[in-house]
């Protein structure tokens, strides 16, 4: 009797068991059931919220406003500064004309002012494929005043699309924009020139991230001359000295203002980088005088100067030194004093070996 009373017992205990474990079961399976649904309606919000992210991003994007109507008067006035600015301040002709890169520092080419085609693709360290535009009346004749004044301060074109910021637009959108108009009006006088450059492609995800770059244009008045600091830090932004000198990767700034280290990869596999311009004594510039300075540029107006044929590994540079060179003395002066100002840093730039050149 004792050992039925015990087998009676195991028995239930293993059935309450078994049905614990059987509850247990089905509860689980319920809440895996409930917590995957949850994580898929999860995951589905994310994906609409992403999709519908990047389709407004393609769409509404860049939001800088439309053109304004503007006209601009093509004064004698107007046409020499615009073309001292484009040729010797903001050197629009540079990266928008063909420049022979068989002779120290790429001098550009007799005849293709204006005319563009210039390539900045993956080859040199690009997230994508762009192509400096044709500013010549052949390509602009449609463009309004108004869209190039847009074009050039906020980076956005005529059709609304996002200019990559090789073109330093978010520097123009600073500067006066009696300066600007003055470059409007000179590119309106260049010679009409047929080219067509290749349309510009972003790469992923630079293609959807250039749509949120462009801003809104803020104009600043041009300081007097007289200002040798205030002046200077004004044509330092519209030269862009900090861009070529400042390093960055991908698009982002990773170096201390004007402390060089920008690397600029050229076909072959050379590499350049850029010097360093804060005003430490030893690895910048703070041993040169203003004059060292001054004369650094000048240089290259000399009458007997020709810029020399490089061969194969030689060292080059992408510094335009003949365009600046046509620099006012009083601007390079200007310069030279706001640069005193900056922050000194010891970065130590290698100039160049045979596998890695630098800007000099």
Known sequence: MRIQKEKTRFYLTFLQA????????????????????????????????????????KSALPNVGPPT?????????????????????????????QRDFSVWSGPVVPGTFGMGGEAFTQDFGFPGKFYAKNLTPEHLASWTDGEIYRAITTGVNKDGKALFPIMPWQHYGKMDPEDIKDIIAYIRTLAPIKNEPPASEADFPMNFILNTMPVKAEPTTRPAKADLLAYGGYLVNASGCGECHTKSEKGKVVGEPFAGGFEFKLPGGSVLKSPN????????????????????????????????????????????????????????????????????????????????????
């Open 69 to 97: 109507a503007l006209k601009v008067e093509l004064t004698p006035e107007r046409i020499k500064h615009g073309s001292y600015l484009a040729n010797h301040v903001t050197v629009c002709i540079d990266c928008h004309s």
């Open 277 to 360: 311009i804060t005003p430490d004594k030893t690895n910048g510039i703070g041993s040169w005088t203003e004059a060292a300075f001054i004369s650094k540029f000048k240089a290259y107006t000399d009458s007997s100067y020709r810029a020399p044929k490089l061969a194969a590994g030689e060292m080059q540079t992408l510094m335009p030194w003949m365009m600046y060179a046509g620099m006012d003395t009083i601007d390079l002066k200007a310069i030279y004093t706001y640069l005193r100002t900056v922050k000194p840093n010891s970065n130590a730039i290698t100039k160049w070996n045979p596998k890695t050149l630098a800007v000099n």
């Open 18 to 57: 078994f049905i614990y474990c059987g509850s247990l079961y089905l509860f689980n399976l319920s809440f895996m059931k409930k917590l995957f649904k949850i994580l898929l309606i999860v995951v589905c919000f994310i994906v609409v919220a992403i999709s519908g992210l990047l389709v407004y991003v």
